[in-house]
């Protein structure tokens, strides 16, 4: 499927005088390769020839809902009107955009069940250290003195780093039966306790059925709970962060809002809350005025900013564009993904793959392939074989709480055929010499990559060749 | 499928929610056809004014023109729609050209290695001020006083948690930061080039002799244009380089950005975000995955050296995608076009009575002082379909500061100036 060809190093493709324009400037040598436009092309069309896309096959990277991107949200972004606009023109020349801010942030509140929200994070783990300074401002605000974020062992990497950041001790709490223990969340809470940080449903893609309980206590004990939305993709229209009693919540509009991944970014990362965070968002806020919209700097308590101006707003419009069309049938979208990774989970069983903890899910699963341990096969070689069959391995060694963990999303967006093709592939995989399937892939542009010796021998650009 | 998970409903599959938690349903509007979507959004917008509807001045991000060839390079769905390339296998495309854009922004700032992008260039200068802290174990961040206003606050929002005191330095009449500070504990001195009000720093020996002098780390906030006719970073040692890298990026309504990030080698292992190496495949022919990754939140959790993950990967083809298509010709090219169109709009406003209140050296971006307040000024032009620059009243009295690039034609710029006049008068 992808082109097994090598292309060179832009570098490499000839060094060529341009048109240097004959001036006297301090800086005598500008050590870039000079080439046609004809060239360019054909370098960045073979290397694209050797990346994977959603658009290739399936996708199923388990907590990053690599859901189809519909190609509408890539028109809309196009106009001029968005293109040419900067940042700091008067606002009643960006009423348009404004508009947009504003009724997206209306739209991520009923579906999370928030109050108010700002969209200025650019990522998911920017919303998440958003979210933790405006916890620490809202201790400060009250005169309290708490120093901990807790969170569960299952947790996304970015959640004690983001806690970290804003310099809280992070206090990780172990996990029972692939939930929060709640023996241990009681223990962990005190008067030092800022903020819990959970997702729900959580990384093993379980419900935490116990969500009323864990907000209670986190109450009790004058904490916050925060939601990591990265899982928000299995409950719209079911449930609602808000409803859970989460106080703020953050969202990956590049996971459950359909606006592509870009090969590591540009996401969007908005955060919200309830009303009694509301004033420590940062500025500037998106308000009504009069017929039309202004932006809102005057926020005496606000964090103040976390990105240059409103953050990644083609990606917000993206995000608008995508809810417009979905309307009030995102409900559905989170029935079908549902039901695809149930299916998929119970199919992957009947074929012999173990799932931990092993009960109905929501939108993703994990397998343990530990039992392949004793043939010599891991989790990765199995994943670096399924490219050799045309699909993108799940998300491997992640939750750590499972041992060779494969973690599978399918999204709501994949058909039960690509679903049944899937597992063939994983039941052919399971029976193939062990050999084989070490020495994946066999079919790719390059071979097994060696990651330890780019680590030893650290070469990161193409002077260091 | 249901008859196979052997359920009768849907509902079946949300029975761990709690009763007394569902919302059954969403209040938004129905689902649109992709048609009323595109209708929807184009009526919305016929409420902005783009570049070319309402020309204007202001500084900091400013319209270049992208190379059509740009568009369709990242509207390669197997660039844009991919995850992070974990899989370095089904990745060697993206990393490549995300290795080859290091080496770009390499080669532009004389810097060691770069990462493959922070948010923007504030969260840069954030997560700068944080390594430096990393490195040195001192608290104090010196900065100028004079800087774009969201970017400190970004800045201190992201000191906060290590408690990193910021500092303000002065500048002195040519509209420099003044150097001559002292006193111990000092994490880094963030300087930029050119600076907030467009002034080209080229006192170089004093700025590489200041790790020397206080043990600081200099940190360079630069422009990628800048650097293809001025000295880099590197030729007054910097540190730690940081920028905005909108070169193939558009305005956007200010996102997203692009947000450089480059050092010294020897502080590679302090670097936030991720890194991309050169190494082989298991025959030994060169390939390229991500690396040095035990810095990272998904390895290191709490105790990594960032917690950014998603970050803005496909604006760095952009950028990548634009410098190889200008090549180091067409990069110098548009950069004398920014600086010469710059000069000319400040020499036709220095004719019809702005005063520039630094007499130093600039690029694309300068400060004048109006005859009536910057804000007043803009009121007026914006009746007439235009704009000026952006009000610096904070720091010069009616001083406005000016962008200028090779988008500002003659005419654009002789008539946006007569129709200063005429607003003034």
Known sequence: MMASHREPLLNELGKRDGEHPETDVERKKLPLPDLTEREVMKHFIHLSQMNYGIDCGFYPLGSCTMKYNMKLLERVVKNERVVQVHPLQDESTVQGCLHILHHLEQMLCEITGMDAFSLQPCAGAHGEFTGMLMTRAYFEQRGEHRTEVIVPDSAHGTNPASAKMAGFDVVEIPSKDGMVDMDALEHALSEQTAAFMLTNPNTLGIFEKDIQLIARKVREAGALLYYDGANLNAIMGKTSPGVMGFDIVHVNLHKTFGTPHGGGGPGAGPVGVREHLEEFLPVPRVVRQGEGYALDYERPRSIGKMSMFYGNFAVLLRAYAYILRKGNSLQEVSERAVVNANYLMERLRSVGYDVPFYRRRMHEFVLSLASLKKKGVRALDVAKRLLDYGFHPPT?????????????????????????????????????????????????????????????????????? | MLTYLGIESID???????????????????????????????????????????????????????????????????????????????????LQALFEYQSVVAELTGMEVANVSMYDSATALGEAALMAHRITGRKKILVPRAMFWHKRSVLENYARGAALEIIEIDHGEDGLMKLNFSGDDIAAIYIENPNFFGIIDRRYDELSKIKERTGALLIAGIDPLHLALFHPPSHYHADIVIGEGYLGNPMNFGGPLLGIFASKKQYLRQMPGRIIGATVDREGKRAFCMTLQTREQHIRRGKATSNICSNQALCCISFLAYVALLGSGGLRGVALQNMENAHYMAERLKEVGFEMPFDAPFFNEFVVTCPLEGKELNKRLLARGMYGGLPIDRYVAKGMLFGVTEMHTRELMDEAVETMVEVVA
Do not use: C
């Open chain 1, 396 to 465: 491997i060694y992640f939750p750590l709480i499972v041992e060779e963990a494969f973690m599978v999303e399918p999204t709501e967006d994949e058909s039960r055929e690509t679903l049944d093709s899937f597992v063939n592939a994983m039941d052919t995989i399971v029976h193939e010499d062990e050999n084989i399937v070490r020495g994946a892939p066999h079919r790719m542009p390059v071979k097994r990559v060696n990651e330890g010796q780019a680590v030893r021998n650290a070469i990161l650009t193409w002077k260091d060749l």
């Open chain 2, 12 to 94: 079946e599959l949300f029975e761990d929610i709690p009763e007394k938690m569902r919302t059954g349903g969403l209040a938004l509007p129905d689902a649109m056809e992709e048609r009323e979507v595109e209708e929807r959004i184009r009526a919305l917008l016929a409420e902005n004014k783009s570049f070319f509807e309402m020309p204007s001045f202001l500084p900091i991000l400013k319209p270049h023109y992208i190379p059509p060839a740009v568009d369709e390079i990242v509207a390669r769905q197997e660039f844009y729609t991919s995850y992070t390339p974990y899989q370095a296998e089904a990745s060697q495309g993206m």
